[in-house]
């Protein structure tokens, strides 16, 4: 294992040999992956750390420190900054996947509720030109998680894959079993809850 140079912006970097002696650089870290992305759709936007944390409604500190690549934020902070920067969540988190892709149970990219019990795993990041992401979700018992509004025009996918759920959207509520789908805007507040534990869903997430 050899260290790359540095990269133009200084990020770490990493790479290794094949058998054959190829030098092939390896997938920068999620944390790395996060502060290149912020920093790079920040700087796209003309914006200031300052005016981006306002927007966010977050810490300037706190973004700083992600574009330094430490923290460990949870999805509603993720979320925030997705919304003030105006893209997909996924374009913050997703490395570039070849076309073949397959993410075993457990792994992929998860991102923790710091308000309830809840976790959403990126299945898959939305391809240039369109503006849709998959999640799979899981959910426990206990506080709900209270969904702030995404941009305008999005609107939510779910189905039900184990479990119960129970969706507040549009000033309605329903119960949903599995095998149960329902949509419903994503730019209003929205709140999922459970009763049972081990609840999983998967959830598209679009945007115009």
């Known amino acids: 294992m050899e260290p790359a140079p540095h990269t133009p912006d200084d990020e770490p970097a990493t790479a290794c040999r094949t058998a054959a002696g190829a030098e092939v650089s390896a997938e920068p870290s999620p944390v790395l992956q996060l502060a290149t992305a912020l920093r790079?759709?920040?700087?796209?936007?003309?914006?200031?750390?300052?005016?981006?944390?306002?927007?966010?409604?977050?810490?300037k500190?706190?973004?700083?420190?992600?574009?330094?690549g430490n923290g460990n934020p949870s999805i509603e902070t993720l979320w925030a900054l997705a919304t003030a920067l105006n893209v997909q969540l996924s374009q913050l988190i997703a490395p570039a996947r070849e076309p073949l892709s397959v993410i075993r149970m457990g792994e992929g990219t998860t991102?923790?509720?710091?308000?309830?019990?809840?976790?959403a795993t990126l299945l898959?990041?939305?391809?240039?030109?369109?503006?849709?992401?998959?999640?799979?979700i899981r959910m426990e018992p206990?506080?709900?998680?209270?969904?702030?509004?995404?941009?305008?025009?999005?609107?939510e996918h779910l189905i039900v894959c184990a479990g119960s759920l129970t969706l507040t959207a549009d000033g309605e509520t329903v119960e949903l079993h599995p095998g149960d789908y329902a949509r419903h805007a994503g730019d209003v507040p929205h709140v999922y809850s459970t009763a049972e534990a081990g609840t999983v869903m998967?959830?598209?997430?679009e945007s115009q």
Not at 142 to 155: D, F, I, L, M, Y
């Open 40 to 59: 790079r759709e920040r700087e796209r936007l003309g914006l200031s750390l300052t005016e981006t944390a306002k927007r966010a409604g977050v810490g």
């Open 61 to 68: 500190s706190t973004l700083s420190q992600l574009e330094n």
């Open 111 to 119: 991102l923790p509720s710091s308000a309830a019990e809840y976790s």
């Open 124 to 136: 898959s990041a939305c391809p240039p030109g369109a503006r849709r992401d998959v999640y799979q």
């Open 142 to 155: 206990g506080s709900p998680r209270e969904a702030q509004p995404h941009p305008p025009g999005t609107v």
């Open 202 to 205: 998967l959830t598209i997430v």
